[in-house]
């Protein structure tokens, strides 16, 4: 049994920081790779950022551009994501999610079918 606890949402002002923390807890074997997602009222889940942590590197989403920072301090600790400068059209719940990618079988990292553990989600709301 795998648990993801995602903290550090709030409702924060248009140009303002959030630091997002996922937490991984249990059965953790076989798992390398931890991904942050987003969904906003009305539209797909979307990927932000993945990291992977057995080679310790990252890729972003297409939309991204440079504002989020997906990292981990220490082996086996939490994933973070770090974003700046946020604008209203980041308002969505974010999800953390962990898989292996050895059952992706090439597939893109951002499908949310590639990941079985997810946490509850944070929200972040962004206002102008």
């Known amino acids: 049994h795998v648990q993801l606890v995602e903290s550090g949402g709030g409702s924060v002002q248009v140009g303002d920081s959030l630091t997002l923390t996922c937490v991984i807890s249990g059965r953790t074997a076989g798992i390398d790779s931890v991904a942050w997602f987003r969904q906003a009222p009305t539209k797909e889940r979307e990927g932000v950022a993945i990291f992977y942590m057995a080679r310790r590197s990252r890729a972003y989403g297409d939309f991204v551009k440079g504002r989020f920072t997906i990292s981990q301090d220490n082996p086996g600790g939490a994933i973070y994501l770090k974003i700046n400068a946020l604008k209203p059209e980041d308002t969505a719940m974010y999800y953390c999610?962990?898989?292996?990618?050895?059952?992706?079988?090439?597939?893109?990292?951002?499908?949310?079918?590639?990941?079985?553990?997810w946490g509850q989600g944070t929200q972040v709301t962004v206002s102008s």
């Open positions: 999610a962990a898989g292996s990618t050895a059952y992706w079988y090439g597939k893109p990292w951002a499908r949310a079918e590639n990941y079985i553990h």
